[in-house]
């Protein structure tokens, strides 16, 4: 299984054995966050996994998960880090599933630990994972989102391969399952909006923006499985641009 195949089976995991993962599946770990792409090569950020007593001791939060491990990932602030950390930490979500590892996303927590290699960034996002206690997979059919019709405007005729991009960004997870994107689509790029700030939940504002980036995570990983280029961008051409309660985020430009 690859990355894109885990988009279709990935399910959240919230019990988990309390059991170390062996010592060559965590060095294989620690090898694919250096080597993950980024969204953004101009952000700065740091990510760290949580594994003695006392580093997991610092995390704290509501909705919180038990768990063997946690990675946090630390970075600056701004909407494009959020969503530069979304992209790169949904790239680490699909490679623990698989090597047949469960996780879930803890938006609500947040840790104290602050390591030298993250000194000046924050940590904005923290992830438990381990093997998990339920099943980390489930079957394409059971995933509760939107119908694909109602997230997209189509301004052009679609070939299969975008057909097939669209399908895998419907499947990326989102805080509340809230699936705060909708998507202009033309035959070869896709302008990606995100829904404007919730008044009544503020906090929503800087999650949605990590959302954004799990997203534009999944455009890729479906352009790279079809051998496609694939380049996202922000046009300052329509970057004004906005929809009913959305505005504009990023372009996903194929070729």
Not at 121 to 136: D, N, Q, S, T
Request: glycine fraction near 6%; aromatic fraction near 10%; include cysteine.
């Amino acid at each position: 299984m690859n990355l894109y195949e885990a988009i279709y089976v990935r399910q959240s995991v919230r019990k988990f054995q309390m059991k170390p993962i062996d010592e060559l599946t965590m060095k294989h770990i620690r090898r694919y966050i250096q080597a993950v792409s980024p969204l953004y090569s101009d952000i700065k950020w740091h990510i760290e996994i949580l594994d003695t007593p006392e580093q997991i001791k610092t995390v704290r939060g509501a909705w919180k998960a038990e768990a063997p491990y946690y990675m946090v990932i630390y970075t600056e602030e701004g909407r494009r880090a959020l969503a530069n950390a979304g992209f790169i930490l949904e790239q680490l979500v699909l490679y623990l599933v698989t090597k047949g590892i469960g996780s879930c996303f803890q938006g609500a927590l947040h840790t104290t630990y602050q390591p030298d290699a993250a000194k000046g960034l924050k940590p904005v996002m923290l992830m438990a994972f381990g093997w998990g206690r339920e099943c980390i997979e489930r079957d394409v059919k059971d995933v509760r989102r939107m119908r694909l019709q109602d997230m997209i405007v189509a301004k052009e005729e679609m070939g299969e391969d975008m057909k097939t991009m669209l399908r895998t960004a419907r499947l990326a997870p989102s805080a509340f399952n809230a699936q705060p994107w909708r998507f202009v689509v033309y035959h070869n790029r896709v302008h990606v909006f995100e829904r404007k700030q919730w008044k009544w939940m503020p906090a929503m504002g800087k999650i949605k923006d990590f959302d954004i980036g799990v997203v534009l995570s999944h455009f890729v990983l479906a352009a790279e499985e079809l051998w496609l280029q694939c380049e996202v961008q922000r046009l300052g051409s329509i970057s004004e641009k906005s929809m009913k309660n959305y505005e504009y985020a990023a372009t996903v430009v194929v070729e």
